[in-house]
């Protein structure tokens, strides 16, 4: 999904501004990441300029939510796992593997069923299709 829309970068223009333009134009959801060169925008007091942003320059903006992954028993942890919304589904499946080599989350050693809604997720479609938010 990409949407592109023109800013008027002026100079001392912060990146917590842009971020406030962003709202208006897209979604209210999650967390919004702004990305330019394959960097993190991160500091929100920082100028665009600052990090390289003139006019023509695309900023991607990722949107990131968390789910809720738990066991399949009841008695099991549930950890929040942020995705991007636009990811399919079986990003999140590769997250909870890195996850579970990192951190040694036992639980995690079962096959996972992705559920929505009551739904089961085709792992090819994005987060974004299955109205998850």
């Known amino acids: 999904m990409r949407k592109r829309f023109a800013l008027d970068v002026e100079d001392g ?18 967390r919004k990441v702004l990305v ?3 960097v993190e925008m991160e500091d929100a007091q920082r ?18 939510i968390k789910v809720n ?10 950890i929040d796992v942020e995705v991007n919304m636009t990811d399919n589904v079986s990003e999140l ?5 890195r996850l579970k080599d990192l951190h040694q989350l ?3 050693d079962v ?5 929505h809604k009551q739904q089961a997720m085709d792992e090819g479609r994005p987060f974004l299709w299955h109205e998850v938010n």
Do not use: N
């Open 13 to 30: 223009k912060t990146v917590e501004q842009l971020q406030q333009m962003i709202k208006v134009e897209l979604l209210m959801v999650g």
């Open 36 to 38: 330019v060169g394959g």
């Open 47 to 64: 100028t665009l300029r600052d990090y390289g942003v003139v006019e023509g320059t695309e900023v991607v903006v990722l949107l990131m």
């Open 69 to 78: 992954v738990r066991g399949y028993k009841k008695t099991e942890k549930i």
């Open 93 to 97: 499946r590769k997250k909870l593997k």
């Open 106 to 108: 036992a639980w995690l």
């Open 111 to 115: 096959g996972f069923v992705f559920i």
